[in-house]
């Protein structure tokens, strides 16, 4: 007879000693990256039609790109400013003068910054709660406002979120070497843009490494230091070379930034959010509930996210997020007198995935079956979230874009006047005018100053020169008796010996 195998019959009893099933393993997360990539592409599409078209370059731009411009001169290159934006835009600002060619560029850059940010978290949180905080912080107004800018909070963002995730694998493998490579280029991102904010926004990894066994591994910690330094390395190389050293820079930095110390900022950045790209002095009352209500409930989610995942019994990657959220957002919040929403860039980014996980599991079940009521209220209350930044958005974009046009049509005026290359420009709003009119700027005082009263006197003899100041401003008293013209909403006075040679 053939032999078969000797299969138990279904239900039939087992002979021997019972045992008891083994537990089913952990199933890991969703690794697909898919949906983060979507996002990204959804992300960098609404930069390229809400706000590239016809917005030009803002006062800070005009400053980071001058540096690199091959048709302005470069504008005074302030204390608290670093060279990470200049070397960003410098592959478009060197050869092309076009605002939208460096917009295009940027979205570009961003939508792929993002993407790999939300990467480095891949297995650490399903592939859905990382895809909606791409969402999340992708739909934030201020996000969209400034991904396709020349401004550095952003790339401090996205580069604080690939670091944490970074470290944290790292940590867990140290013989990972893309999360190690991941970890130093994140950290030389964010230091490359703005030092001290890379410093804030890091500060709670090193103490994460000292104080949790798991996490408790070397290399990561002089990997990240590795690359705050390379990052950081020019800036503190200039601060010796054109600042007096670095114990200036800083107290320079502090200084036009109004002193750092304790000065409690919280309802300045609240009265930001409804679309003030710099609340300086913040006065006026907050925007109104809809515009703010979510800025409120932000840290009662993060706190409700540590909540679930103490609970869940996998504490570190949450914790960790909020904490370096926590740190970046510190002095913005508790040391500095006045507020832009662009401050808050990074932990907004960061606080995206704990967010985004409390969602999900309002949403769906622990099994990701959607429950049907949750799912309704969540999505109507997210609707109404992003019909309220689009209002925002439309409102800051179509105001922004009135300025710099205003700011074109003074350098259209002035050049009519006879103020050409090379030309000189000093007084209110003088940087940005100057990059327009591609002109160099001069101050003799104030944050800006890069001559003395001399130097300004010898230029208005010796240069096509004009005085720019807020309509109804009467000028420096050696420029009383030039005529003034109005050009762009402001007026500008031009020196006789430059109206003698305009045609």
Same mark, same amino acid.
């Given at each position: 007879? /053939?032999?078969? #195998?000797?299969?138990?019959?279904?239900?039939?009893?087992?002979?021997? &000693?019972? =045992?008891?099933?083994?537990?089913?393993? %952990?199933?890991?997360?969703?690794?697909?990256?898919? /949906?983060?990539?979507?996002?990204?592409?959804?992300?960098?599409?609404?930069?390229?039609?809400?706000?590239?078209?016809?917005?030009?370059?803002?006062?800070?731009?005009?400053?980071? +790109?001058?540096?690199?411009?091959?048709?302005?001169?470069?504008?005074?290159?302030?204390?608290?400013? *670093?060279?990470?934006?200049?070397?960003?835009?410098?592959?478009?600002?060197?050869?092309?003068?076009?605002?939208?060619?460096?917009?295009?560029?940027?979205?570009?850059?961003?939508?792929?910054?993002?993407?790999?940010?939300?990467?480095?978290? @891949?297995?650490?949180?399903?592939?859905?709660? !990382?895809? +909606?905080?791409?969402?999340?912080?992708?739909?934030?107004?201020?996000?969209?406002?400034?991904?396709? #800018?020349?401004? %550095?909070?952003?790339?401090?963002?996205?580069?604080?979120?690939?670091?944490?995730?970074?470290?944290?694998?790292?940590?867990?493998?140290?013989?990972?070497?893309?999360?190690?490579?991941?970890?130093?280029?994140?950290?030389?991102?964010?230091?490359?843009?703005?030092? =001290?904010?890379?410093?804030?926004?890091?500060?709670?990894?090193?103490?994460?490494?000292?104080?949790?066994?798991?996490?408790?591994?070397?290399?990561?910690?002089?990997?990240?230091?590795?690359?705050?330094?390379?990052?950081?390395? #020019?800036?503190?190389?200039?601060?010796?070379?054109?600042?007096?050293?670095?114990?200036?820079?800083?107290?320079?930095?502090? @200084?036009? #930034?109004?002193?750092?110390?304790?000065?409690?900022?919280?309802?300045?950045?609240?009265?930001?959010?409804?679309?003030?790209?710099?609340?300086?002095?913040?006065?006026?009352?907050?925007?109104?509930?809809?515009?703010? !209500?979510?800025?409120?409930?932000?840290?009662?989610?993060?706190?409700?996210?540590?909540? !679930?995942?103490?609970?869940?019994?996998?504490?570190?990657?949450?914790?960790?997020?909020?904490?370096?959220?926590?740190? $970046?957002?510190?002095?913005?919040?508790?040391?500095?007198?006045?507020?832009? &929403?662009?401050?808050?860039?990074?932990?907004?980014?960061?606080?995206?995935?704990?967010?985004?996980?409390?969602?999900?599991?309002?949403?769906?079940?622990?099994?990701?079956?959607?429950?049907?009521?949750?799912?309704?209220?969540? $999505?109507?209350?997210?609707?109404?979230?992003?019909?309220?930044?689009?209002?925002?958005?439309?409102? =800051?974009?179509?105001?922004?874009?009135?300025?710099?046009?205003?700011?074109?049509?003074?350098?259209?005026?002035?050049?009519?006047?006879?103020?050409?290359?090379?030309?000189?420009? =000093?007084?209110?709003?003088?940087? &940005?005018?100057?990059?327009?009119?591609?002109?160099?700027?001069?101050?003799?005082?104030?944050?800006?100053?890069?001559?003395? $009263?001399?130097?300004?006197?010898? *230029?208005?003899?010796?240069?096509?020169?004009?005085?720019?100041?807020?309509?109804?401003?009467?000028?420096?008293?050696?420029?009383?008796?030039?005529?003034?013209?109005?050009?762009?909403?402001?007026?500008?006075?031009?020196?006789?010996?430059?109206?003698?040679?305009? /045609?």
């Amino acid at each position: 007879m /053939p032999r078969t #195998q000797n299969v138990p019959l279904l239900g039939a009893r087992r002979r021997g &000693p019972a =045992t008891a099933p083994a537990p089913p393993a %952990p199933r890991p997360h969703p690794t697909g990256t898919a /949906p983060a990539a979507l996002v990204a592409v959804a992300f960098t599409l609404a930069q390229l039609f809400l706000v590239t078209p016809s917005m030009g370059l803002g006062w800070d731009e005009t400053v980071y +790109v001058g540096q690199v411009s091959g048709h302005a001169p470069a504008a005074f290159f302030s204390a608290p400013r *670093a060279r990470g934006v200049s070397v960003l835009v410098a592959p478009i600002a060197a050869w092309s003068s076009s605002t939208a060619v460096l917009r295009v560029y940027l979205a570009v850059l961003s939508g792929l910054a993002l993407f790999v940010a939300l990467r480095a978290w @891949r297995g650490l949180f399903p592939a859905r709660v !990382l895809a +909606v905080a791409g969402a999340l912080f992708a739909s934030l107004w201020v996000t969209l406002f400034y991904g396709p #800018q020349a401004m %550095p909070n952003y790339w401090v963002a996205v580069g604080a979120l690939a670091c944490a995730g970074c470290f944290l694998r790292a940590a867990a493998d140290p013989a990972d070497r893309r999360a190690l490579w991941g970890l130093g280029l994140s950290a030389a991102l964010m230091t490359l843009m703005r030092p =001290t904010d890379a410093v804030w926004a890091t500060l709670p990894l090193p103490v994460a490494a000292a104080a949790v066994p798991r996490l408790r591994r070397l290399r990561p910690v002089l990997v990240l230091a590795a690359g705050l330094l390379a990052g950081g390395a #020019q800036w503190v190389v200039e601060a010796y070379t054109g600042y007096g050293g670095l114990g200036q820079r800083l107290a320079d930095a502090s @200084r036009i #930034q109004g002193g750092l110390g304790w000065n409690i900022a919280v309802l300045d950045q609240a009265r930001s959010l409804g679309g003030r790209a710099l609340c300086r002095p913040c006065a006026g009352d907050l925007p109104g509930p809809a515009t703010t !209500l979510w800025w409120f409930a932000l840290p009662l989610a993060a706190a409700l996210a540590v909540v !679930l995942a103490v609970r869940a019994r996998r504490p570190a990657a949450t914790v960790l997020l909020v904490a370096c959220a926590a740190t $970046a957002a510190l002095p913005y919040l508790f040391m500095i007198g006045y507020a832009a &929403p662009r401050f808050l860039l990074p932990a907004y980014a960061l606080l995206a995935i704990p967010v985004a996980d409390v969602v999900v599991r309002l949403a769906t079940r622990p099994g990701g079956a959607v429950r049907p009521v949750a799912a309704t209220l969540v $999505a109507l209350a997210l609707a109404a979230h992003l019909a309220v930044q689009f209002a925002v958005l439309q409102d =800051t974009v179509r105001r922004t874009t009135d300025a710099h046009r205003g700011w074109a049509a003074t350098a259209a005026e002035l050049h009519r006047l006879g103020v050409r290359p090379p030309c000189r420009l =000093t007084g209110h709003q003088a940087i &940005p005018v100057a990059f327009y009119a591609r002109c160099a700027a001069l101050a003799s005082s104030g944050h800006n100053a890069n001559t003395t $009263a001399q130097g300004l006197a010898r *230029a208005a003899r010796t240069l096509p020169f004009a005085v720019v100041t807020a309509p109804g401003k009467p000028p420096p008293s050696y420029a009383r008796a030039w005529t003034p013209h109005r050009a762009g909403g402001l007026d500008v006075y031009v020196s006789p010996r430059t109206a003698s040679r305009a /045609p």
